[in-house]
């Protein structure tokens, strides 16, 4: 059973920054693709970030490109999302997520392609 547990969530200013981790259970981490997601309140969930599982690939969505960086350290089991330049429509509980298929050359922004769910964590971004 693969456990992801978010941490580094909080309240932030507009401009400012966070570093969300993702630390994952299981000998396997490195084999896997991994996402992350946020869904606002009201809102659907939607795709923030994708890194591949050797790390070379990263895919952002439109919204969050040029502002966010998704990294991984295989060696400590961890992704994280690094969040310049926030904004008060960042707000939202943020989810890491594990790719279904492993080591896929391809990266999804579809939550269905992806497994295994932290429970979330949540960013607030005051204007």
């Known amino acids: 059973q693969v456990q992801l547990v978010e941490s580094g969530g909080g309240l932030v200013q507009a401009g400012g920054s966070l570093r969300l981790s993702c630390a994952a259970s299981g000998r396997t981490f490195s084999n896997y693709a991994m996402g992350w997601f946020r869904q606002a309140p009201g809102k659907e969930r939607e795709f923030v970030a994708a890194i591949s599982w050797s790390g070379g690939t990263t895919y952002y969505a439109d919204s969050v490109k040029g502002r966010f960086a998704i990294s991984r350290d295989d060696a400590k089991n961890t992704v994280y999302l690094q969040m310049n330049s926030l904004k008060p429509e960042d707000t939202a509980v943020y989810y890491c997520?594990?790719?279904?298929?492993?080591?896929?050359?391809?990266?999804?922004?579809?939550?269905?392609?992806?497994?295994?769910w932290g429970q979330g964590t949540q960013v607030t971004v005051s204007s």
């Open positions: 997520a594990r790719s279904r298929t492993v080591a896929s050359i391809n990266l999804s922004r579809y939550e269905y392609a992806y497994d295994y």
